[in-house]
């Protein structure tokens, strides 16, 4: 019997000789039919509100191409925002770029655990089983989140083709800048569009707290809304990220567990800050 935990991840199996787990927390605009699409129309379901459109077919192309296992949630934001921490008030949307989510109107306490036990926790609990299985095989692994961003934002356009999302662990993240940005014609941003400084989000939860090196990819949803995009990005990253880690010091840094702490932890008096991260 499918447990309860397998309606609402999709797992992707890759290959031991892998490194990375590849994390995709937007993949679907998927409503149960329970909560009647959350009173939303169609099209307000394939805004960028309720997914993170084209990082689920970008995922799963890159997985293929790497042969790296990935994890990849089965619905909306919109019910449930796995990338933030359980207590985070954005957790579960009221109101979200103008529109407004008659669903989450009236969402209480019981409600609230309700959408935990359902539709975020199982996510997790996928993440925490992967990496328990790669440590105890002693392979550290690398974690690699997809998203996706709107090509404009209250009215600016962005002109980042892709952005690499990091918080204090610059073991992945620096090195994948550095080879992005060395592809002909792109333009891309160092915590932009976004931060990667979200206390109890996806990486900050199973990548800064243990010890992981890690990096968000985000690509501009324009590049990715079509199968030839999604293909190509694919592509592009696979061959990114083979020749980051193909660099023997780069390969070295992420192979092990290494703590760097977070910009979003609560500063202790009279503390001098590391220059590097503690390794166990």
């Known amino acids: 019997m499918a447990s309860q935990d397998d309606d609402s991840v999709e797992r992707i199996p890759g290959e031991a000789s892998s490194r990375m787990i590849l994390l995709c927390d937007h993949a679907s605009n998927a409503i149960p039919a329970g909560y009647h699409d959350l009173g939303l129309s169609g099209a307000q379901r394939e805004r960028h509100i309720a997914y993170d459109i084209g990082a689920a077919a970008l995922t799963r192309a890159l997985a293929a191409t790497l042969h790296a296992t990935a994890i990849l949630t089965r619905y909306s934001r919109l019910l449930i925002d796995p990338n933030r921490g359980e207590h985070d008030p954005t957790l579960i949307m009221r109101l979200s770029d103008g529109a407004i989510i008659p669903g989450n109107q009236s969402v209480d306490a019981q409600e609230r655990e309700t959408r935990l036990a359902r539709f975020y926790r199982p996510y997790h609990r996928a993440i925490e089983r992967e990496i328990e299985a790669r440590l105890a095989a002693g392979a550290p692994p690398v974690l690699v989140s997809l998203h996706s961003f709107t090509p404009e ?128």
Do not use: M
């Not at 952005?163 to 060395?182: F, N, T």
């Not at 193909?246 to 008096?269: E, K, M, N």
């Open 153 to 280: 934002w209250r009215g600016r356009s962005r002109p980042w083709h892709a952005g690499i999302l990091w918080d204090k662990d610059p073991r992945l993240a620096l090195p994948l800048i550095e080879a992005l940005s060395a592809e002909p014609g792109l333009c891309v941003g160092d915590n932009e569009p976004y931060s990667g400084r979200l206390k109890g989000d996806t990486l900050h939860r199973h990548g800064t707290r243990r010890g992981l090196a890690h990096a968000i990819i985000e690509v501009r949803q324009d590049l990715i809304s079509g199968s030839q995009g999604q293909q190509d990005w694919a592509a592009r990253l696979a061959g990114v990220l083979h020749r980051v880690l193909g660099q023997p010091h780069v390969l070295q840094a992420v192979s092990c567990v290494q703590y760097f702490g977070s910009w979003t932890d609560r500063p202790i008096l009279g503390a001098s800050e590391p220059d590097q991260g503690s390794q166990t």
